[in-house]
């Protein structure tokens, strides 16, 4: 596992954390998958053709969501990707805005302020999910991997390989065997452009919002009592919109990543029903 970047241990100083691994970041993150589960249970428990308002808010945004997906991998992708793509959306969505709440990375353990402090702690009781380079790490890595059951799923192993080294145009002679050549090779820098695609999407999403929410905790540090009031105030939307951005650019660059890798067999369904 990787250290821990940024936050430490809940109820310890120790790095480590309780258990070896349960960091203040790990605590968010189960706080705000409750709250995604207990929104979703809420809003399908006695589910009517008339909704309810819980139902009705759920619906139009699970809608909104799956019309985007759809416009981007088709109508046959769709079903098969959206459970991901939704999920990290909205958790990713929930886990940015959450860093902005009162006392999220400023209460906790700090130098010489005592147990609590309202000062930014240099052990914060409390951090987004997404400002731990472990926890996007995480969630592009799963991103990677259903990512790449979805891809061979759909066009099978000599599908993928097909599609990534083999030659396009259909030329022949000598011609042919050049354009063969080219395209193994941009084959190879495919194969590590998507090998390296976790990580730009881990520090991507992670470098913003732990930017963000250093930015908020240096104003929060100026000019007295008002003036940590009133500093950050203006950089609240800011990074309201920055955690609604990161989470669209981390959501569609998977999207775009399976549409990539899938084309080829959503092609040859549009042939077979021809």
Known sequence: MLASVGPKAVWSHSEQGLLGFFTNSTLVALVVLGVVLWVSTKATKGMTLVPHTWQNIFELVVEFLFNQVEA????????????????????????????????????????????????????????????????????????????????????????????????????????????????????????????????????????????GENVLHTMGGMGGFIGSVLAPFPFYFMELLVGLLQAVVFTLLCTVYIQLSTTHDDHGHDEDHH
């Open 72 to 211: 981007v991998v088709g109508k046959q992708m769709a079903p098969k990707a959206f459970p991901l793509l939704g999920t990290l959306f909205i958790f990713i969505l929930i886990s940015n805005w959450f860093g902005l709440l009162p006392g999220v990375g400023t209460i906790g353990w700090g130098e010489g302020t005592g147990f609590l402090s309202v000062k930014e702690a240099h052990s914060p009781l409390l951090r987004p999910p997404t400002a731990d380079l472990n926890m996007t790490l995480g969630l592009s890595i799963s991103a990677f991997l259903v990512w790449l059951f979805l891809t061979i799923r759909e066009v099978g192993v000599w599908g993928f390989l097909v599609h990534t080294f083999g030659p396009k145009g259909g030329l022949k002679g000598v011609m042919g065997v050049v354009v063969a050549v080219v395209f193994l090779f941009v084959g190879v820098i495919e194969v590590v452009s998507i090998m390296i695609r976790p990580l730009t999407l881990a520090i991507r999403l992670y470098g913003n919002i732990f930017a």
